[in-house]
């Protein structure tokens, strides 16, 4: 499987190892959230990483925050389901360079 | 300088010689940080907090240049922190920027409305942030420049009037006059009646000593004269009226309230002719004439208010305590001191003992009824 490559500017390399933490512990929360069929969380969730994720170069984080916000939104735990899947799929195998 | 990842750690992130401050308030840490990073990079200060109350506890504590301000926070709207920060007179003109991912058309109308200055959309894109912020940095300054210029004219301006008034009052009562200039109750507005305590001073025989002597030997004594009695006035915070010719008129209880008035002008009274002494000796052996200080207090209702044309106007003190210290001052010898009845009763208690004399009720030239006169030497 091929990894997504990310291009993040250089002056933001400091941020990035606390970034990434937090993103995996966005996962987790994401994870709970969806066992507890907590919508307004999820909602929140997606709508802080739509915020973030571009800001920082990664477009994915903000199209999948997008999807949970709208997934949470409509109440579809299945389509959230999927697409917190592919946020971990894709926090698992992102790669990134400075530059 | 501190390392962006200090910032967690401390929430503050300050380039050296950054003297724009802004404050970032944001729940998100990452994009706390990331915003934080992207303003030091534009050598501003930068400090960081997540919610509304830790907003308002750092202005309070240090008022930013900046505040950039997310939307959704845990405690409160981002729009009711704006909304607080406009409505306060104190934090009103501190320019705050909604930063947001909403980006319905109501939610741009409730950032208007709080009195948001402009607008971020997340995700920040890098270079629209330093346009915004940039552009509201400059317009900061410009504002801060103006009221630093209005301030220094106004300074200015205050100092033209300090000198003025410096002519007829003393330094410290100048002062006064100016901390109150714009107030509604400034004490040289319109004329207005008050109770006076009028002393006057007169050159007992200059008028024949300016006969035998050089004029310009004459305008160097009346000035030493003046300096000499204009100093004994402004120590005991009289304000002066007029000088004409070898006289002097001060006012006290006027243009502010001094309940200890009578005592002030008979301090004042012992004052010039203890101050004018050497001078008087100096005169009198350089082969002048010998003369003296004749002075009069009375006290009274008197008219207070810049009285004049339009081209010529005098900050002038009007009524029957004013001749009645005229006339006293006629009547009283070199080195004496003629008080009316009222101020006698009023200074009664710091007059030198077996140094007052009881005139009697006088009768002055120009008033009606006899005056109780006492002749007091200090």
Known sequence: ?99 | MSSVTDLAATGQYAPARAGFRVLVVDDDPDMAGYLALLLASEDMAVDCVPDGRSAAGAILKSAPDLVLLDVLLPDTSGFEVCRRLKQDPATALIPVVLVTALEDHESRVNGIQAGADDFLSKPVRREELIARVQTLRRLHETRRELEARRLAAEVQRKEAIRKAFSRYVSPRLAERIVGELGSEQAAFGDAHRLHVVALFADLRGFTRLTESVEVGEVVGMLNEYFSVITEAAYRNEGTIFSMAGDSLLVGFNVPFPQPDAPVRAWRTAQDMIGSFAPVLARWTQRGGMPTGIGLGIASGEAIVGNIGSPHYMNYTVIGDAINTAARLTQMADAGEVLVSGAVHEAIRGVLPAGRVEARGDVALRGKSEPVAVYAVRP
């Open chain 1, 1 to 99: 499987m091929s990894a997504y490559k990310v291009k993040v500017d250089k002056d933001l390399e400091d941020l990035i190892p606390t970034f990434m933490s937090n993103r995996r512990k966005e996962l987790d929360t994401l994870r709970v959230a969806l066992a507890a069929a907590d919508f307004e969380q999820l909602r929140q969730l997606g709508h802080r990483m739509r915020g973030v994720g571009n800001s920082y170069g990664f477009d994915d984080i903000t199209d999948i925050g997008k999807l949970i916000e709208e997934g949470a939104r409509s109440g579809d735990k299945a389509a959230l389901e999927k697409h917190i899947a592919q946020y971990g799929d894709y926090l698992s195998r992102v790669e990134i360079a400075y530059e």
